[in-house]
């Protein structure tokens, strides 16, 4: 249904809970016939009147609070502009003359802003929950105890959605700041490359997983290097970044892998948050047709060979950055390569899942690299290999991966 076809005043009123808009001078604008119904008031004993004045205090109970919150939060609304969820709040009704019901109800209270951005009216939500909160406090319990034990439910509730908001803002800057500092394969354009970058799908976290690619100087060389910083959001992010600057200018200057991780390690030293980060590091040389390579704590790339060999590099393999209270050189090791080989570099996430040996996520890997090898393009092999990995329910781990068509 169009828009413009939409009758909202009916909507309004058909709403199954009970809601009221109030004006900035908290005068009934309108209200829905669940509102009037649940308050027990005609129409024109509500709409068009002061809040206070169609709902005064409990003259049976000069004590009773109830109204006086509402009014703050109200004015809370209406100066700071944000939804306000109030506790449960006590309101009686007078069900016979001089004769009061004990009464619950839980109000919601949020700004409708006008074009100048100002708050010109409030949704005032109300929902009874007297019944709710009998079964709270237990058969014979004071309403009183069930009312304060929903009210503690009730703003943990707040305080855990707020905290999922602040999260989920926390993630898209982390995102957008990883992604930012991802570089592209087009920056080596004369070797078919693809490089895939999943963030976790089943909680809101961001990791520190990276990826580069260097073209280096002396030949047909390029450098292809992993990472991950343990941690999450924006302070892994950062990390992230500091490391993988820092070994793309080490590996544009070192003499080999080993030598770049090296240097690496020593910088992670000083970096805040870089404990335990692991990398892998590749040199490939299409001249002489070798990979060096090097890792610090990180899972072995597979090389696969046109003939479905899978050869896992793990010949040059120690311990993460900054494991060691003074770094010390790495290791480092050559293997030969033919034209159409291919080599995947990647995080655990890809490999990795509870209750699975790693050994298990490798074969995985290996059996998927094996069938889709015949795909000339990588782009092709990166996505097959993720869509055979990667659970359909998502992952708790980021995943970066990189195909290189040797």
């Known amino acids: 249904m169009a828009e413009a076809g939409i009758d909202y005043a009916a909507v309004f009123q058909a709403l199954p809970g009970a809601v009221a808009l109030l004006t900035a001078r908290l005068v009934f604008a309108d209200a829905n016939e669940a509102f009037l119904r649940q308050a027990g008031r005609a129409r024109e004993q509500v709409v068009g009147r002061y809040l ?92 009183r105890v069930g009312a304060e034990l929903y009210s503690r439910l009730r703003e943990l509730e707040e305080i855990n959605r707020r905290l999922r908001r602040a999260h989920a803002r926390e993630r898209e800057v982390a995102l957008a700041l990883q992604r930012a500092m991802l570089p592209a394969p087009q920056q080596i354009p004369h070797h078919l490359i693809a490089v895939r970058y999943r963030p976790a799908t089943v909680t809101l976290n961001v990791c520190g997983d990276w990826y580069d690619l260097v073209d280096l100087p002396g030949g047909d060389r390029i450098a292809v290097t992993v990472g991950d910083v343990v941690g999450h959001g924006l302070e892994a992010a950062g990390v992230m970044g500091q490391l993988r600057s820092a070994l793309s200018a080490t590996s544009r200057v070192a003499a080999g892998p080993a030598q770049a991780l090296d240097a690496l390690g020593r910088y992670a030293h000083s970096v805040d948050g870089a404990e335990s980060a692991t990398v892998v590091a590749c040199f490939i040389d299409w001249d002489r047709h070798t990979i060096t390579y090097s890792s610090a704590g990180h899972p072995p790339p597979v090389l696969l060979r046109a003939d479905g060999a899978a050869v896992l590099l793990d010949d040059a393999t120690d311990p993460p950055l900054d494991a060691h209270p003074e770094p010390g050189p790495r290791p480092q090791a050559t293997v030969s390569f033919d034209a159409g080989d291919l080599l995947a570099l990647y995080t655990d996430g890809l490999i990795e899942r509870r209750g699975q040996d790693i050994d298990t996520g490798l074969d995985h890997l290996a059996q998927s690299l094996r069938r889709h090898c015949g795909a000339t393009d990588p782009e092709t092999v990166a996505d097959t290999v993720l869509n055979d990995l990667l659970p359909a329910d998502g992952v708790t781990d980021d995943t970066a991966l990189v195909i290189v068509r040797l």
């Open 52 to 143: 206070f004045d169609a709902f005064p205090g409990q003259p049976h109970d000069a004590a009773a609070s109830g109204m006086r919150n509402l009014e703050s939060s109200l004015r809370r609304v209406l100066a700071g502009g944000e939804s306000d969820v109030m506790a449960v709040q006590r309101y009686d009704v007078e069900s016979a003359p001089g004769r009061w019901e004990e009464r619950y109800w839980s109000p919601v209270n949020a700004p409708v802003f006008g074009p100048d951005g100002q708050v010109v009216l409030v949704i005032h939500r109300v929902e009874e929950v007297t019944e709710l909160i009998r079964t709270v406090g237990g058969p014979g319990a004071d309403l």
